[in-house]
Protein backbone atom coordinates (compact mmCIF):
# COMPACT_ATOMS: atom_id res chain seq x y z
CA UNK A 1 0.00 0.00 0.00
CA UNK A 2 2.84 2.70 0.98
CA UNK A 3 3.97 2.56 -2.56
CA UNK A 4 0.80 4.43 -3.37
CA UNK A 5 1.82 7.52 -1.81
CA UNK A 6 4.63 8.46 -4.39
CA UNK A 7 2.30 8.90 -6.79
CA UNK A 8 0.02 11.23 -4.55
CA UNK A 9 3.10 13.21 -3.64
CA UNK A 10 3.26 13.31 -7.23
CA UNK A 11 0.23 15.02 -7.68
CA UNK A 12 0.99 18.18 -5.41
CA UNK A 13 3.55 18.71 -7.82
CA UNK A 14 3.93 22.64 -9.55
CA UNK A 15 2.24 23.92 -6.28
CA UNK A 16 2.61 27.80 -6.07
CA UNK A 17 2.58 28.05 -2.65
CA UNK A 18 2.25 25.85 0.65
CA UNK A 19 0.81 26.63 3.58
CA UNK A 20 1.14 24.43 6.41
CA UNK A 21 -1.31 24.73 8.98
CA UNK A 22 -1.90 21.69 10.88
CA UNK A 23 -0.12 22.48 13.93
CA UNK A 24 -2.40 20.54 16.04
CA UNK A 25 -0.67 17.21 14.52
CA UNK A 26 2.52 18.30 13.95
CA UNK A 27 4.80 20.84 12.91
CA UNK A 28 7.52 22.28 10.90
CA UNK A 29 10.63 23.20 12.92
CA UNK A 30 12.13 26.87 11.91
CA UNK A 31 16.13 26.67 10.64
CA UNK A 32 17.20 28.39 13.50
CA UNK A 33 15.35 25.89 15.89
CA UNK A 34 17.52 23.23 13.19
CA UNK A 35 20.56 25.29 13.44
CA UNK A 36 20.62 25.37 17.18
CA UNK A 37 20.13 21.73 17.79
CA UNK A 38 22.55 20.20 15.17
CA UNK A 39 26.07 21.01 17.19
CA UNK A 40 24.66 18.57 19.71
CA UNK A 41 24.45 15.25 17.47
CA UNK A 42 28.64 15.22 16.96
CA UNK A 43 30.09 18.41 17.83
CA UNK A 44 29.20 18.71 22.12
CA UNK A 45 27.54 17.59 24.37
CA UNK A 46 26.49 14.07 23.13
CA UNK A 47 27.60 12.20 26.69
CA UNK A 48 25.31 10.82 29.12
CA UNK A 49 24.88 14.01 31.72
CA UNK A 50 25.18 12.20 34.52
CA UNK A 51 28.83 10.56 33.53
CA UNK A 52 32.09 11.92 34.30
CA UNK A 53 33.73 13.05 31.02
CA UNK A 54 34.33 15.99 29.12
CA UNK A 55 30.88 15.13 26.99
CA UNK A 56 29.32 14.21 29.88
CA UNK A 57 29.85 17.30 31.58
CA UNK A 58 28.71 19.38 28.72
CA UNK A 59 25.76 17.46 28.35
CA UNK A 60 24.62 18.61 31.86
CA UNK A 61 25.58 21.82 31.63
CA UNK A 62 23.32 22.04 28.53
CA UNK A 63 20.50 20.49 29.73
CA UNK A 64 20.35 22.90 32.78
CA UNK A 65 20.42 25.98 30.94
CA UNK A 66 17.82 24.62 28.90
CA UNK A 67 15.87 23.69 31.95
CA UNK A 68 16.82 27.31 33.82
CA UNK A 69 15.68 29.50 30.30
CA UNK A 70 12.36 27.16 30.15
CA UNK A 71 11.38 27.49 33.63
CA UNK A 72 11.88 31.17 33.12
CA UNK A 73 9.36 31.37 30.91
CA UNK A 74 7.08 29.38 32.60
CA UNK A 75 7.52 31.06 36.11
CA UNK A 76 9.01 28.22 38.06
CA UNK A 77 10.42 29.20 41.20
CA UNK A 78 13.58 26.34 40.77
CA UNK A 79 15.00 25.04 37.64
CA UNK A 80 14.20 21.26 39.02
CA UNK A 81 10.52 22.01 38.71
CA UNK A 82 10.83 21.65 35.43
CA UNK A 83 10.85 17.96 34.03
CA UNK A 84 11.89 16.66 30.21
CA UNK A 85 9.70 13.97 28.47
CA UNK A 86 9.54 12.50 25.16
CA UNK A 87 6.22 15.31 24.22
CA UNK A 88 2.57 16.26 25.97
CA UNK A 89 1.24 12.52 25.21
CA UNK A 90 4.00 10.98 27.66
CA UNK A 91 3.69 14.04 30.60
CA UNK A 92 -0.20 13.77 30.27
CA UNK A 93 0.14 10.11 31.54
CA UNK A 94 2.77 10.77 33.88
CA UNK A 95 0.34 13.17 35.32
CA UNK A 96 -2.94 10.80 36.39
CA UNK A 97 -0.90 7.51 36.07
CA UNK A 98 1.97 8.83 38.75
CA UNK A 99 -0.41 10.58 40.60
CA UNK A 100 -3.14 7.91 40.91
CA UNK A 101 0.52 5.84 42.29
CA UNK A 102 1.62 8.89 45.00
CA UNK A 103 -1.91 9.39 46.24
CA UNK A 104 -4.09 6.28 46.15
CA UNK A 105 -3.84 5.92 49.97
CA UNK A 106 -5.48 9.63 49.86
CA UNK A 107 -8.55 8.77 47.45
CA UNK A 108 -9.75 7.08 44.16
CA UNK A 109 -11.36 10.27 42.37
CA UNK A 110 -10.47 11.94 39.53
CA UNK A 111 -11.78 14.91 37.91
CA UNK A 112 -11.43 16.04 34.15
CA UNK A 113 -13.75 17.50 31.87
CA UNK A 114 -15.18 16.31 28.48
CA UNK A 115 -13.09 18.02 26.22
CA UNK A 116 -9.75 16.85 27.18
CA UNK A 117 -7.42 15.79 24.54
CA UNK A 118 -6.84 11.53 24.13
CA UNK A 119 -3.39 11.52 25.93
CA UNK A 120 -5.79 12.65 29.19
CA UNK A 121 -9.35 11.02 28.48
CA UNK A 122 -7.83 7.88 27.48
CA UNK A 123 -5.47 7.36 30.32
CA UNK A 124 -8.70 8.55 32.72
CA UNK A 125 -10.94 5.61 31.08
CA UNK A 126 -7.97 3.33 32.02
CA UNK A 127 -7.94 4.12 35.62
CA UNK A 128 -11.91 4.10 35.33
CA UNK A 129 -11.82 0.42 34.38
CA UNK A 130 -9.24 -0.18 37.46
CA UNK A 131 -10.38 1.02 40.66
CA UNK A 132 -10.46 4.44 40.01
CA UNK A 133 -13.33 7.14 39.69
CA UNK A 134 -13.29 9.49 36.64
CA UNK A 135 -15.64 12.45 36.44
CA UNK A 136 -15.80 14.34 33.35
CA UNK A 137 -16.96 17.78 33.79
CA UNK A 138 -19.42 18.66 31.19
CA UNK A 139 -18.79 22.19 29.14
CA UNK A 140 -20.70 24.81 27.33
CA UNK A 141 -21.50 25.56 23.55
CA UNK A 142 -18.13 27.66 23.29
CA UNK A 143 -16.22 24.99 25.66
CA UNK A 144 -16.18 26.45 29.22
CA UNK A 145 -16.47 23.88 31.64
CA UNK A 146 -19.52 24.13 34.07
CA UNK A 147 -17.65 25.50 37.33
CA UNK A 148 -20.80 24.76 39.41
CA UNK A 149 -20.38 21.35 38.44
CA UNK A 150 -16.79 21.27 39.07
CA UNK A 151 -17.54 22.47 42.46
CA UNK A 152 -19.79 19.57 43.19
CA UNK A 153 -17.78 16.96 42.11
CA UNK A 154 -14.53 17.69 44.11
CA UNK A 155 -14.75 16.34 47.76
CA UNK A 156 -12.39 14.73 50.43
CA UNK A 157 -11.63 11.95 47.78
CA UNK A 158 -10.73 13.64 44.81
CA UNK A 159 -6.29 13.04 43.98
CA UNK A 160 -6.33 14.76 41.00
CA UNK A 161 -8.22 17.59 38.77
CA UNK A 162 -7.28 17.86 35.17
CA UNK A 163 -8.00 20.56 32.98
CA UNK A 164 -6.19 22.09 29.71
CA UNK A 165 -5.50 25.91 30.18
CA UNK A 166 -6.27 26.19 26.43
CA UNK A 167 -8.19 24.00 24.47
CA UNK A 168 -6.79 21.97 21.61
CA UNK A 169 -9.04 21.61 18.90
CA UNK A 170 -11.23 25.00 19.68
CA UNK A 171 -8.86 27.47 21.33
CA UNK A 172 -12.01 28.26 24.52
CA UNK A 173 -9.06 29.88 27.26
CA UNK A 174 -10.22 28.21 30.39
CA UNK A 175 -10.34 30.61 33.54
CA UNK A 176 -7.61 27.84 35.73
CA UNK A 177 -7.23 30.32 38.35
CA UNK A 178 -10.92 30.31 39.25
CA UNK A 179 -11.09 27.09 38.48
CA UNK A 180 -8.25 25.93 40.66
CA UNK A 181 -9.63 27.96 43.86
CA UNK A 182 -12.75 26.51 43.35
CA UNK A 183 -11.02 23.41 43.66
CA UNK A 184 -8.51 23.98 46.36
CA UNK A 185 -11.71 25.61 48.57
CA UNK A 186 -13.22 22.16 48.11
CA UNK A 187 -9.77 20.22 49.00
CA UNK A 188 -6.65 21.50 49.58
CA UNK A 189 -4.72 18.24 49.12
CA UNK A 190 -6.62 17.72 45.71
CA UNK A 191 -3.44 17.69 43.12
CA UNK A 192 -4.35 20.40 40.25
CA UNK A 193 -3.01 19.64 36.47
CA UNK A 194 -3.11 22.08 33.69
CA UNK A 195 -2.53 20.53 30.28
CA UNK A 196 -0.53 23.97 29.09
CA UNK A 197 0.20 22.82 25.43
CA UNK A 198 -1.75 24.71 23.88
CA UNK A 199 -1.13 27.96 26.40
CA UNK A 200 2.41 28.06 25.99
CA UNK A 201 3.93 30.50 23.85
CA UNK A 202 0.16 31.63 22.67
CA UNK A 203 -1.79 33.33 25.55
CA UNK A 204 -0.16 34.84 28.98
CA UNK A 205 0.63 31.45 31.51
CA UNK A 206 2.85 31.74 34.62
CA UNK A 207 2.70 28.57 36.90
CA UNK A 208 3.56 30.83 40.18
CA UNK A 209 0.66 33.33 39.31
CA UNK A 210 -1.62 30.56 39.31
CA UNK A 211 -0.42 28.79 41.64
CA UNK A 212 -0.93 25.48 39.81
CA UNK A 213 0.72 21.57 40.58
CA UNK A 214 1.49 20.47 37.67
CA UNK A 215 1.46 21.93 34.10
CA UNK A 216 2.13 20.01 30.62
CA UNK A 217 3.86 21.56 27.89
CA UNK A 218 4.83 20.63 24.41
CA UNK A 219 7.93 20.90 22.20
CA UNK A 220 6.70 20.80 18.39
CA UNK A 221 3.19 23.08 19.29
CA UNK A 222 5.66 26.17 19.43
CA UNK A 223 7.51 24.92 16.60
CA UNK A 224 10.33 23.44 18.17
CA UNK A 225 11.06 19.56 17.74
CA UNK A 226 8.36 17.00 17.80
CA UNK A 227 9.28 13.90 20.68
CA UNK A 228 10.17 16.50 23.42
CA UNK A 229 7.99 17.96 26.40
CA UNK A 230 8.26 19.01 29.63
CA UNK A 231 5.93 18.65 32.95
CA UNK A 232 6.23 20.99 35.72
CA UNK A 233 5.76 19.99 38.99
CA UNK A 234 5.93 22.50 41.95
CA UNK A 235 8.05 21.88 44.61
CA UNK A 236 6.89 19.53 46.93
CA UNK A 237 4.23 18.22 44.73
CA UNK A 238 4.88 13.94 44.64
CA UNK A 239 4.46 12.45 41.33
CA UNK A 240 5.40 8.64 41.00
CA UNK A 241 7.31 7.48 38.17
CA UNK A 242 5.72 5.46 35.85
CA UNK A 243 8.87 4.42 34.01
CA UNK A 244 11.76 2.72 35.62
CA UNK A 245 15.75 2.54 34.66
CA UNK A 246 18.87 4.24 34.91
CA UNK A 247 17.29 7.40 36.66
CA UNK A 248 19.47 10.56 35.34
CA UNK A 249 19.05 14.67 35.49
CA UNK A 250 15.08 13.46 34.88
CA UNK A 251 13.76 12.33 37.82
CA UNK A 252 10.45 11.09 36.56
CA UNK A 253 11.49 9.96 33.37
CA UNK A 254 14.54 7.31 33.12
CA UNK A 255 16.79 6.31 30.09
CA UNK A 256 19.24 9.06 28.44
CA UNK A 257 18.39 12.71 27.77
CA UNK A 258 17.90 13.88 24.62
CA UNK A 259 19.85 16.77 24.50
CA UNK A 260 19.47 18.42 20.91
CA UNK A 261 16.17 17.72 21.73
CA UNK A 262 15.71 19.50 25.05
CA UNK A 263 18.22 22.33 23.21
CA UNK A 264 15.44 22.36 20.00
CA UNK A 265 13.03 22.81 22.63
CA UNK A 266 14.93 25.93 24.89
CA UNK A 267 15.40 27.28 21.56
CA UNK A 268 12.03 27.77 20.30
CA UNK A 269 10.76 28.66 23.85
CA UNK A 270 13.19 31.47 23.11
CA UNK A 271 11.69 32.22 19.76
CA UNK A 272 8.20 32.42 20.96
CA UNK A 273 9.05 34.52 24.50
CA UNK A 274 11.57 37.02 23.38
CA UNK A 275 9.04 39.08 21.47
CA UNK A 276 5.99 37.48 23.02
CA UNK A 277 3.40 40.51 22.56
CA UNK A 278 4.38 41.30 19.05
CA UNK A 279 4.33 37.23 18.13
CA UNK A 280 0.43 37.02 20.26
CA UNK A 281 -0.30 40.05 18.13
CA UNK A 282 0.54 38.52 14.69
CA UNK A 283 -0.47 35.28 15.32
CA UNK A 284 -4.37 37.05 16.45
CA UNK A 285 -4.47 39.12 13.38
CA UNK A 286 -3.91 36.37 10.98
CA UNK A 287 -6.07 33.77 12.73
CA UNK A 288 -8.91 36.70 12.53
CA UNK A 289 -8.14 37.34 8.59
CA UNK A 290 -8.46 33.52 8.64
CA UNK A 291 -11.71 33.72 10.37
CA UNK A 292 -13.12 36.82 8.74
CA UNK A 293 -11.99 35.87 5.58
CA UNK A 294 -14.04 32.44 5.74
CA UNK A 295 -16.87 33.46 7.88
CA UNK A 296 -18.32 36.34 6.09
CA UNK A 297 -17.22 34.84 2.46
CA UNK A 298 -18.22 31.47 2.38
CA UNK A 299 -21.83 30.27 2.80
CA UNK A 300 -23.18 27.54 5.58
CA UNK A 301 -20.40 28.02 7.62
CA UNK A 302 -20.05 28.16 11.70
CA UNK A 303 -17.41 28.70 14.03
CA UNK A 304 -16.26 26.56 16.84
CA UNK A 305 -14.93 27.68 19.47
CA UNK A 306 -15.08 31.37 21.19
CA UNK A 307 -14.72 34.09 19.54
CA UNK A 308 -12.09 37.21 20.20
CA UNK A 309 -10.16 37.32 23.61
CA UNK A 310 -11.95 34.33 24.83
CA UNK A 311 -9.54 32.51 22.21
CA UNK A 312 -6.23 31.49 22.16
CA UNK A 313 -4.33 33.27 19.61
CA UNK A 314 -3.35 30.95 17.04
CA UNK A 315 -6.51 28.85 16.89
CA UNK A 316 -9.02 28.56 13.72
CA UNK A 317 -11.73 26.20 13.78
CA UNK A 318 -14.78 26.43 11.11
CA UNK A 319 -17.42 23.32 10.05
CA UNK A 320 -18.43 23.47 6.68
CA UNK A 321 -21.74 22.25 6.67
CA UNK A 322 -22.74 20.02 3.46
CA UNK A 323 -18.92 19.29 3.22
CA UNK A 324 -17.20 15.58 4.49
CA UNK A 325 -13.72 17.01 6.04
CA UNK A 326 -11.90 14.12 4.67
CA UNK A 327 -12.48 14.98 0.94
CA UNK A 328 -11.92 18.79 1.73
CA UNK A 329 -8.15 18.07 3.44
CA UNK A 330 -7.42 15.74 0.32
CA UNK A 331 -8.61 18.97 -1.94
CA UNK A 332 -6.63 21.35 -0.04
CA UNK A 333 -3.97 19.52 -0.16
CA UNK A 334 -3.52 19.22 -3.62
CA UNK A 335 -3.92 23.18 -3.49
CA UNK A 336 -1.17 23.35 -0.88
CA UNK A 337 -3.36 24.30 2.00
CA UNK A 338 -2.49 21.57 4.98
CA UNK A 339 -5.06 21.13 7.53
CA UNK A 340 -6.79 18.30 9.79
CA UNK A 341 -10.63 17.60 10.08
CA UNK A 342 -12.52 16.34 12.92
CA UNK A 343 -14.79 14.30 10.74
CA UNK A 344 -14.85 10.57 11.77
CA UNK A 345 -14.05 8.99 7.92
CA UNK A 346 -10.55 8.01 9.10
CA UNK A 347 -11.73 5.44 11.59
CA UNK A 348 -14.78 2.83 11.10
CA UNK A 349 -15.62 4.09 14.44
CA UNK A 350 -18.07 6.83 13.45
CA UNK A 351 -17.97 8.94 16.11
CA UNK A 352 -16.45 12.67 14.81
CA UNK A 353 -14.15 14.91 17.41
CA UNK A 354 -15.19 14.20 20.88
CA UNK A 355 -14.42 17.80 21.63
CA UNK A 356 -17.44 19.26 18.84
CA UNK A 357 -19.57 16.76 20.23
CA UNK A 358 -18.99 17.84 23.11
CA UNK A 359 -19.82 21.52 22.65
CA UNK A 360 -23.20 20.81 20.80
CA UNK A 361 -22.20 20.38 17.01
CA UNK A 362 -24.21 17.81 15.29
CA UNK A 363 -21.99 14.79 13.80
CA UNK A 364 -22.86 16.79 10.00
CA UNK A 365 -21.13 19.69 11.61
CA UNK A 366 -18.20 17.77 12.95
CA UNK A 367 -17.61 15.86 9.83
CA UNK A 368 -17.49 19.28 7.80
CA UNK A 369 -14.76 20.82 10.79
CA UNK A 370 -11.49 21.72 9.62
CA UNK A 371 -8.96 22.94 12.16
CA UNK A 372 -6.63 25.05 11.53
CA UNK A 373 -3.42 26.93 13.78
CA UNK A 374 -1.35 30.11 12.80
CA UNK A 375 2.13 30.77 13.99
CA UNK A 376 4.42 33.86 14.36
CA UNK A 377 6.12 32.37 11.01
CA UNK A 378 3.00 32.27 8.89
CA UNK A 379 2.64 35.71 6.77
CA UNK A 380 -0.38 37.89 5.66
CA UNK A 381 0.36 36.36 2.24
CA UNK A 382 -0.09 33.08 3.42
CA UNK A 383 -3.54 33.25 4.44
CA UNK A 384 -4.66 35.27 1.65
CA UNK A 385 -3.56 32.20 -0.49
CA UNK A 386 -5.51 29.78 2.02
CA UNK A 387 -8.74 32.56 1.89
CA UNK A 388 -8.39 32.51 -2.22
CA UNK A 389 -7.86 28.46 -2.05
CA UNK A 390 -10.62 27.74 0.77
CA UNK A 391 -13.75 29.17 -1.02
CA UNK A 392 -12.91 27.43 -4.00
CA UNK A 393 -12.08 23.81 -2.61
CA UNK A 394 -15.22 23.64 -0.40
CA UNK A 395 -17.34 24.37 -3.76
CA UNK A 396 -15.81 21.70 -5.42
CA UNK A 397 -16.60 19.31 -2.69
CA UNK A 398 -20.32 20.80 -1.97
CA UNK A 399 -20.62 20.14 -6.23
CA UNK A 400 -19.66 16.32 -5.31
CA UNK A 401 -22.72 16.52 -2.83
CA UNK A 402 -25.04 18.03 -5.62
CA UNK A 403 -28.68 18.12 -4.66
CA UNK A 404 -28.70 15.46 -1.56
CA UNK A 405 -29.96 16.38 1.94
CA UNK A 406 -27.35 16.57 4.52
CA UNK A 407 -28.66 16.78 7.75
CA UNK B 1 -10.12 5.75 18.76
CA UNK B 2 -7.12 5.44 16.31
CA UNK B 3 -5.88 6.97 13.01
CA UNK B 4 -4.60 4.53 10.27
CA UNK B 5 -2.40 6.18 7.39
CA UNK B 6 -4.39 6.55 4.10
CA UNK B 7 -2.18 6.37 0.79
CA UNK B 8 -4.73 6.59 -1.38
CA UNK B 9 -4.01 5.04 -5.14
CA UNK B 10 -3.71 7.28 -8.07
CA UNK B 11 -6.35 5.12 -9.72
CA UNK B 12 -8.98 6.93 -6.09
CA UNK B 13 -6.84 10.21 -6.44
CA UNK B 14 -7.54 10.44 -10.10
CA UNK B 15 -11.40 9.65 -9.56
CA UNK B 16 -11.85 12.04 -6.62
CA UNK B 17 -10.70 14.73 -8.36
CA UNK B 18 -12.67 13.70 -12.36
CA UNK B 19 -15.25 11.53 -10.93
CA UNK B 20 -17.21 9.89 -13.21
CA UNK B 21 -21.25 10.26 -14.13
CA UNK B 22 -21.53 12.87 -11.12
CA UNK B 23 -24.87 14.54 -10.71
CA UNK B 24 -28.42 13.97 -10.15
CA UNK B 25 -30.52 12.16 -13.17
CA UNK B 26 -33.50 14.01 -13.77
CA UNK B 27 -35.16 11.34 -15.98
CA UNK B 28 -34.09 8.44 -13.85
CA UNK B 29 -36.05 5.70 -13.21
CA UNK B 30 -35.06 4.67 -10.13
CA UNK B 31 -32.85 6.23 -7.29
CA UNK B 32 -31.40 4.91 -4.26
CA UNK B 33 -29.82 6.18 -0.85
CA UNK B 34 -27.26 4.33 1.16
CA UNK B 35 -25.56 5.57 4.47
CA UNK B 36 -26.26 8.36 6.78
CA UNK B 37 -24.56 11.65 6.87
CA UNK B 38 -24.04 11.62 10.62
CA UNK B 39 -21.65 8.98 9.93
CA UNK B 40 -19.78 11.36 7.39
CA UNK B 41 -20.41 8.76 4.60
CA UNK B 42 -23.71 8.97 2.60
CA UNK B 43 -24.36 8.24 -1.11
CA UNK B 44 -27.23 8.61 -3.80
CA UNK B 45 -27.53 6.43 -6.68
CA UNK B 46 -29.44 7.52 -9.84
CA UNK B 47 -30.19 4.78 -12.89
CA UNK B 48 -32.10 4.91 -15.96
CA UNK B 49 -33.41 1.20 -16.98
CA UNK B 50 -34.40 0.08 -19.90
CA UNK B 51 -38.05 -2.34 -20.61
CA UNK B 52 -35.72 -5.32 -21.41
CA UNK B 53 -33.80 -4.23 -17.84
CA UNK B 54 -30.73 -3.05 -19.22
CA UNK B 55 -28.80 -0.28 -17.29
CA UNK B 56 -28.62 3.04 -19.76
CA UNK B 57 -27.09 5.25 -17.80
CA UNK B 58 -26.13 5.13 -14.16
CA UNK B 59 -25.02 8.90 -12.13
CA UNK B 60 -24.37 9.43 -8.22
CA UNK B 61 -23.96 12.09 -5.85
CA UNK B 62 -21.87 11.68 -2.60
CA UNK B 63 -21.35 13.05 0.71
CA UNK B 64 -18.48 11.48 2.07
CA UNK B 65 -14.76 10.86 1.50
CA UNK B 66 -12.50 10.24 -1.11
CA UNK B 67 -12.83 6.51 -1.25
CA UNK B 68 -16.61 6.96 -0.77
CA UNK B 69 -16.44 9.38 -3.83
CA UNK B 70 -14.34 6.87 -6.39
CA UNK B 71 -15.88 3.77 -4.92
CA UNK B 72 -19.60 5.12 -6.11
CA UNK B 73 -17.56 6.62 -9.33
CA UNK B 74 -16.25 3.42 -10.39
CA UNK B 75 -20.15 1.51 -9.70
CA UNK B 76 -21.54 3.62 -11.84
CA UNK B 77 -18.77 2.73 -14.51
CA UNK B 78 -18.97 -0.75 -13.87
CA UNK B 79 -22.80 -0.86 -14.42
CA UNK B 80 -23.37 1.31 -17.52
CA UNK B 81 -24.95 -1.18 -19.85
CA UNK B 82 -25.28 -3.83 -17.93
CA UNK B 83 -28.19 -6.22 -17.43
CA UNK B 84 -29.90 -5.73 -13.83
CA UNK B 85 -29.12 -9.53 -13.22
CA UNK B 86 -25.68 -8.94 -13.70
CA UNK B 87 -25.57 -5.45 -12.15
CA UNK B 88 -27.18 -7.55 -9.22
CA UNK B 89 -24.05 -9.70 -8.52
CA UNK B 90 -21.03 -7.12 -8.79
CA UNK B 91 -19.54 -7.62 -4.86
CA UNK B 92 -18.14 -5.34 -2.79
CA UNK B 93 -14.53 -6.60 -3.26
CA UNK B 94 -14.99 -6.69 -7.16
CA UNK B 95 -15.66 -2.74 -6.78
CA UNK B 96 -12.59 -2.71 -4.32
CA UNK B 97 -10.41 -4.52 -6.79
CA UNK B 98 -11.91 -1.93 -9.85
CA UNK B 99 -10.81 1.11 -7.74
CA UNK B 100 -7.19 -0.52 -7.63
CA UNK B 101 -7.21 -1.42 -3.85
CA UNK B 102 -8.61 0.31 -0.62
CA UNK B 103 -7.23 0.64 3.12
CA UNK B 104 -9.18 -1.51 5.35
CA UNK B 105 -10.40 0.96 7.29
CA UNK B 106 -12.14 2.27 3.76
CA UNK B 107 -13.50 -1.14 3.01
CA UNK B 108 -17.05 -0.09 4.17
CA UNK B 109 -17.01 2.84 1.11
CA UNK B 110 -17.18 -0.22 -1.51
CA UNK B 111 -19.71 -2.16 0.92
CA UNK B 112 -22.02 0.96 1.01
CA UNK B 113 -21.65 1.67 -2.47
CA UNK B 114 -22.61 -2.28 -3.58
CA UNK B 115 -25.62 -1.23 -1.08
CA UNK B 116 -26.86 1.34 -2.77
CA UNK B 117 -27.04 -0.44 -6.08
CA UNK B 118 -28.71 -3.61 -4.84
CA UNK B 119 -31.57 -0.94 -3.13
CA UNK B 120 -31.84 0.62 -6.82
CA UNK B 121 -32.47 -2.89 -8.18
CA UNK B 122 -34.66 -3.82 -5.36
CA UNK B 123 -36.47 -0.67 -5.59
CA UNK B 124 -37.03 -1.16 -9.52
CA UNK B 125 -38.17 -4.63 -9.42
CA UNK B 126 -40.72 -3.66 -6.37
CA UNK B 127 -41.96 -0.67 -8.56
CA UNK B 128 -41.94 -2.78 -11.52
CA UNK B 129 -44.31 -6.15 -9.29
CA UNK B 130 -41.45 -8.74 -10.74
CA UNK B 131 -39.23 -10.94 -8.28
CA UNK B 132 -36.72 -12.30 -10.66
CA UNK B 133 -34.85 -16.04 -9.36
CA UNK B 134 -31.82 -14.12 -9.71
CA UNK B 135 -32.75 -11.40 -6.64
CA UNK B 136 -32.20 -12.63 -3.37
CA UNK B 137 -35.17 -12.77 -0.77
CA UNK B 138 -33.47 -12.08 2.02
CA UNK B 139 -31.37 -8.71 2.48
CA UNK B 140 -27.49 -9.74 1.00
CA UNK B 141 -24.63 -8.55 3.16
CA UNK B 142 -24.06 -5.30 1.39
CA UNK B 143 -27.48 -4.53 2.08
CA UNK B 144 -27.01 -5.28 5.80
CA UNK B 145 -23.98 -3.55 6.10
CA UNK B 146 -25.73 0.08 4.79
CA UNK B 147 -28.77 -0.72 7.01
CA UNK B 148 -26.02 -1.44 10.05
CA UNK B 149 -24.00 1.72 9.63
CA UNK B 150 -27.27 3.84 8.93
CA UNK B 151 -28.95 2.51 12.05
CA UNK B 152 -26.02 3.04 13.91
CA UNK B 153 -25.90 6.55 12.88
CA UNK B 154 -29.45 6.83 14.46
CA UNK B 155 -27.99 5.47 17.59
CA UNK B 156 -25.33 7.56 18.50
CA UNK B 157 -27.21 10.94 17.41
CA UNK B 158 -30.10 9.60 19.71
CA UNK B 159 -27.85 9.19 22.47
CA UNK B 160 -26.20 12.51 22.00
CA UNK B 161 -29.79 14.24 22.10
CA UNK B 162 -30.12 12.81 25.73
CA UNK B 163 -26.47 13.75 26.73
CA UNK B 164 -27.59 17.14 25.55
CA UNK B 165 -30.59 16.70 27.74
CA UNK B 166 -28.93 15.85 30.81
Known amino acids: MFENVKELLKAHKGLKREVYLDIENSSMVPKEVVDAMLPYFNQRAYGNPTLTHKPGWEAFETIMESSQKIAAFLGCKTLEEVNFTPGETEANNLVLMGTALSMKDKGKKIVISGIEPLNVLHVADLLNKNGFTVLKIPVDGEGFINLEKLKEAVDKETILVSLSAVNHEIGTIQSVKEALEIVKDRNSETIFHVEASDAYGKIPFNVQDLNVDLATISSYKILGPRGIGALYVKEGVSVERILEGQIGTQKLWPGVENTPLIVGFAKASELAFQDFEENVTHMRRLRDKLIDGIIGKTSDVKLNGPEGNKRASDNVNISFLRCEGEALTIELSLNGVYVSSGSACTRRLLQPSHVLVAIGRKFVEAHGSILMKVTRCHTEEDIDYVLEVIPRAVKRIRGIVGSMEVK | ?166
Open chain 2, 1 to 166: MSRAPLPYNPKILELFRNPKNLGKMEDATVTAVAGNPSCGDMIIFYLKISDEDVIEKASFESYGCAANIATSSVVTEMIKGMKLEDAWKISWKSVVEAVGGLPSVKFHCGILAVGALRRAIRAYCKNKGVSPTWLSKEQTFEEKQALEEEELAEILSRRMKVEEEK
